[in-house]
């Protein structure tokens, strides 16, 4: 029952920072369908922080060089994103795509090449990191408390009261809503979205090197991160854009999540003999069910999706 | 006046694949250069050659089919997003539609012992019922297409696995040799493994892939269908008010996506070349390689063959790259590239268009220069 909680708690993190990443960018008028890409980024720069930082650093500076490196390779890897749609007017779905191919391929070379350079013949794509994920764990009993619960907890804080309460979030979501009435009284529309685009990768980068810290103390690049992303776009979604609801909703796909990596503890579940495989397609199957019954109501930022022209109407 | 031959849509969009592709192998090199400066521009120049660092013709002429036989899937399966592309919508379930039909395919032919002919037809209805699911979510529950896509994937991929492990070898996650057990379901050659120097894999799936080409380009652009599938793309309101079913119209055209996406998978496994491993644990990259294929061919059927010629091309030599410098996903990383410049395929038109105008503009100052002047 444990385990489950705390599965579920640390899913749901990683769920609600890339589903707050998403929540700012589209908040900007940029649908962000690279997240996943994004994730994968962030968990790079942050397992090659844990690989090269030398251990002795202090915990909590430690976790903090760990969460900028994860922070600063999101942020520069979504530029690509911002400088393709918004300067360029590309189409924002296509460079989503293949900014998630380029995340999985380039993180893939990147590892495989530093680990060959070390061992001409270790040519997997594993950075292990099993002393490093130590200082992100604290144990209350059995439950094995992770730092970045808290992280969470704060980002979300945040990401409500910049959205809702500064002039910075209700310009964001103008631009979101009406770019030309937004521009019209002098916000900086390509800035805005900039912002929000940036931000995006700030979450996502956090989102992906909580995911590879969750479970695991080995991460094999060639897998990606299985989809993360777009559960994140669903629970943004289900959350209808609102920080408090992601939230909620995080919660729920969080738990069925974990119910697929902790489901034989649970005397009644074995029982029922169903194939593991169940457990596992259940996150996607819930997301699909909980879409086609909330989205007909959805109501997503209105300009999101279409690039910003000024000389149009 | 004669249509200037640079303004026409074909002419630019080749010339803007052909700047994606050679600025995307130009960003590769630079990795490359990064990662080990000693053999990059051997590595761009092994990807380029694949079958070509054969020494013998009759090596090449095989290996040159076996990159025939892989081109087909990855063919159809950027055909399969085209299709949707037109109406509008982003099949990035491709993938999804690609694993049903192989799961189809290949169960009925190993478990049921099925011939080539129905076990093509079951897997186009995999294919087809898996992007039926895509499409009654998008028009009746306005789902986005792209994440119901995505979650189906990775729900098909799980399914697949599942299903085909009753038909895999004892001892190895593989499913069943086709060539063995499922003899009936190889499909028929036509006598063309015999001009790639006996290479068994060759079969009827090479020409009738391109055959299906020619038909989407014919049905998009010369039937009535096809024109109301593009109205519905462009305007799906405007298509609602002249009367077309704009709901029927997009259940129906990823319906047909995910049949030929199907229909690539049947085409590629029952050749036998390869077989499906259990423990997949990744969607496979037809799909999203395809994605590919279909921008970097301009949105263009005929187009689109060649481009995913060129990205087999490249994505197998990467096989040949030397591991001991570069790994093979090198070839991934350049594809992915070229689908990232793809995006700025627009901004590169507009480009070119304003220059021609600038070209003209000049042209026709001078003569009306040149008229005035012979006037007086």
């Known amino acids: 029952m444990i385990l489950l909680i705390q599965y579920t708690l ?6 609600i920072l890339v589903a707050l990443g998403g929540c700012f960018s589209e908040h900007s008028g940029v649908i962000n369908l690279g997240l996943e890409g994004i994730m994968v980024m962030g968990a790079l720069g942050g397992a090659l922080a844990m690989k090269y930082l030398p251990i ?12 900028l ?28 795509t293949a900014l998630n191919m380029l995340g999985t391929a380039a993180a893939t070379v990147l590892v495989k090449a530093i680990n060959t350079a070390e061992n001409v013949n270790n040519v997997s794509s594993e950075i292990s990191y099993i002393e490093p994920k130590k200082k992100f764990i604290a144990y209350l009993g059995e439950f094995e408390f992770n730092w970045f619960m808290v992280i969470t907890i704060i980002a979300l804080v945040v990401a409500y009261v910049v959205l809702y309460k500064t002039r910075f979030g209700l310009r964001l979501m103008a631009c979101g809503e009406h770019p030309q009435a937004a521009d019209s009284v002098g916000i900086n529309v390509y800035k805005m979205r900039w912002a929000g685009v940036l931000i995006s990768g700030a979450y996502g980068g956090l989102g992906g090197i909580c995911y590879i810290l969750a479970g695991v103390s080995i991460w094999k690049f060639e897998y990606g991160v299985a989809g993360f992303g777009f559960l994140a776009l669903a629970v943004m979604i289900f959350g209808q854009w609102k920080p408090h609801r992601i939230a909620l909703s995080a919660l729920l796909f969080g738990f069925f999540r974990a119910l697929g990596n902790t489901y034989t503890v649970f005397e009644f579940l074995v029982n029922m003999k169903l194939p593991s495989t169940v457990y596992n397609m259940m996150p996607y199957i819930i997301s699909l069910i909980v879409l086609a019954l909330t989205s007909s109501h959805s109501r997503a930022p209105k300009a999101e999706g279409i690039p910003y022209d000024k000389s149009q109407r | 006046m004669r249509k200037n031959i640079w303004k026409t849509n074909g002419m630019q969009s ?15 090199l630079v990795v490359l250069l990064f990662i080990n400066p000693k053999g990059a521009f051997g590595a761009i120049g092994t990807l380029l050659k694949n079958f070509m660092i054969y020494g013998k013709a009759s090596l090449r002429l095989k290996y040159f089919g076996t990159t025939l036989v892989k081109t087909v899937p990855l063919l159809l399966c950027a055909l399969s997003i085209l299709f949707s592309y037109k109406v509008g919508l982003f099949n990035i379930g491709c993938s999804g539609q690609y694993t049903a039909g192989c ?60 299903i085909l492990s009753n038909v895999k070898e004892p001892t190895s996650p593989y499913t069943y040799q086709l060539s063995q057990y499922g003899k009936n379901a190889l499909l028929p050659t036509l006598g063309l493994d015999k001009l790639f120097n006996n290479n068994a894999n060759v079969t009827m799936a090479v020409p009738i892939s391109i055959l299906i080409a020619i038909v989407i380009m014919v049905v998009l652009n010369k039937t009535k269908f096809g024109y109301e599938l593009k109205a519905t793309g462009y305007n799906k309101n405007a298509a609602k008010y002249c009367g077309m079913k704009e709901n029927r119209n997009i259940i129906l055209s990823l319906v047909i996506s995910g049949a030929i996406a199907g229909l690539g998978a049947a085409l590629y496994y029952q050749t036998g070349i390869q077989q499906w491993e259990c423990t997949t644990a990744s969607v496979p990259g037809m799909g999203f390689n395809g994605i590919a294929a279909t921008f970097l061919g301009g949105l263009n059927p005929i187009g689109t063959i060649l481009a995913s010629y060129f990205i087999q091309h490249i994505t197998l030599g990467g096989a040949y790259v030397d591991k001991t410098m570069y790994c093979s996903q090198i070839s991934d990383l350049i594809s992915a590239i070229i689908i990232y410049l793809c995006g700025f395929v627009l901004f590169l038109k507009i480009m070119m268009n304003k220059a021609i105008d600038r070209i003209e503009e000049k042209k026709a100052l001078k003569n009306e220069v040149s008229k005035e002047g012979s006037a007086k």
């Open chain 1, 56 to 67: 002795a650093i202090p915990g909590f500076f430690y976790v903090l060089l760990v969460l």
């Open chain 2, 103 to 162: 799961c189809a395919a290949l169960y009925a032919a190993l478990k049921w012992g099925w011939g080539w002919f129905p076990c093509i037809l079951f897997a186009i209805m995999a294919g087809a019922v898996a992007g039926a699911i895509v499409g009654v979510l998008k028009s009746y529950c306005n789902v986005n297409e792209v994440i119901s896509g995505i979650m189906l994937n990775w729900i098909i991929l799980y399914l697949t696995n599942t």
């Open chain 1, 69 to 96: 490196a994860a922070i600063l390779f999101g942020v520069v890897y979504s530029s690509l994103l911002a400088v393709a749609c918004i300067n360029y007017k590309a189409d924002q779905t296509i460079v989503g």
């Open chain 2, 14 to 28: 080749l010339i803007a694949s052909l700047i994606c592709i050679i600025l995307g192998l130009l960003i590769g």
């Open chain 1, 10 to 15: 640390i899913f749901s993190s990683v769920l």
